[in-house]
């Protein structure tokens, strides 16, 4: 089990990136002797953290404080009574930005998306009671809800969105968030350069920017969303960092994602690993792969641990960094 830590300086912020090789990556896994290209999840959030911290010198210091925040509540039981318990209703804007007509997503499919998120968020999945033996203790149910408010769509002329955000602002070619303190803005594009499929902005980021980008192919589980990430959980991932969450690695080998009750990780996990896929951190733990903050495909990745639920739930209390959402 990892020890809680506070993050004081953007030092500790490792790159990363939520993307699937291109065709020509020499990142593409071989299994066995097949020479098959498999499609990967990375996501993009860590590293355009890492360029909003060099463009947003103030933005280290509002992370680090809503780090603090988070760690009061964390290390103090008797603080966990200032956490909602059920309570938080998230507004959702889904702007869809489309190039061709694949791309500009069906209602059904938006909707869809709404569904899966108030399932994994709320352990109403299929796959929460088949969580294994040695984690079905820390298995949990954040208790958040999302409401679909309005879809904003817009037709463009860009075929290759870039991680800088453009795709948030009218005068980049994108549409600008609507009211991002007390709403969830979720941005839906076509490509994305160097294949991201998803990206998400921590607490304390700036307000113009502040939400989700999903790739149309991953995003729900119907219409145009794709095998093997089809079933709607980027958006689960992605939400997870939008509300404070670290990868489970914690960004490095064997790392910290902050949270107490989820085993050491030796980095990303990919595809589907087999149970029990064992860690070669300090004690040989038992990783959790199926964990909505590993990098596992869609069908893979089931749960939260109660850990993650509490860091999440903290952003709501006052200096958390998503009030807004609880007043």
């Known amino acids: 089990m990892k020890k809680l830590s506070i993050l004081l300086a953007c030092g500790i912020i490792f790159i990363t990136s939520c993307s699937k090789p291109d065709k020509n990556s020499s990142e593409k896994p071989v299994t066995g002797n097949t020479t098959t290209a498999v499609r990967e999840r990375h996501c993009g959030t860590m590293e355009v953290l890492n360029e909003q911290l060099k463009n947003d010198p103030a933005l280290a210091s509002r992370m680090a404080a809503i780090e603090a925040n988070t760690n009061r509540i964390m290390e103090n039981k008797s603080l966990y ?22 791309q500009n997503i069906s209602a059904a499919q938006i909707q ?155 980095a990303a996990n990919f595809g589907c690993p087999s149970y029990p896929h064992l860690s070669t951190c300090t004690g040989t733990p038992v990783e959790m792969t199926m964990n909505y903050m590993d990098y596992s495909d869609d069908a893979c990745m089931y749960m939260f641990t109660a850990g993650q639920k509490t860091r999440m739930l903290a952003t709501f209390v006052s200096g958390g960094g998503r009030y807004g959402f609880a007043h």
């Open 112 to 266: 869809s998306q709404i569904d899966v998120l108030n399932n994994d968020y709320n352990g109403l999945n299929s796959e929460f009671s088949t969580v294994p033996a040695l984690f079905s203790s820390v298995k949990a149910s954040v208790g958040v809800h999302f409401v679909l408010k309005s879809v904003v769509r817009k037709s463009t002329t860009v075929t290759t969105w870039s991680t800088n955000d453009a795709m948030k602002k009218s005068t980049s070619g994108g549409i600008n968030p609507t009211t991002p303190d007390s709403v969830l803005n979720l941005w839906v594009v076509g490509a994305m350069s160097g294949g991201v499929i998803g990206y998400a902005q921590f607490p304390g980021g700036a307000s113009a920017t502040d939400g989700v980008v999903i790739a149309y192919d991953c995003f729900g589980n119907t219409g145009t969303a794709t095998a093997p990430f089809g079933l709607g959980r980027t958006a689960t991932h992605e939400i997870g960092h939008y509300l404070n969450l670290r990868h489970i690695w914690g960004d490095a080998t064997c790392g910290d994602d902050l949270v107490g009750d989820t085993p050491l990780h030796n």
């Open 81 to 102: 009574r200032l956490l909602p318990d059920g309570s938080i209703m998230i507004p959702v804007v889904v702007n869809v930005l489309y190039k061709t007509t694949a």
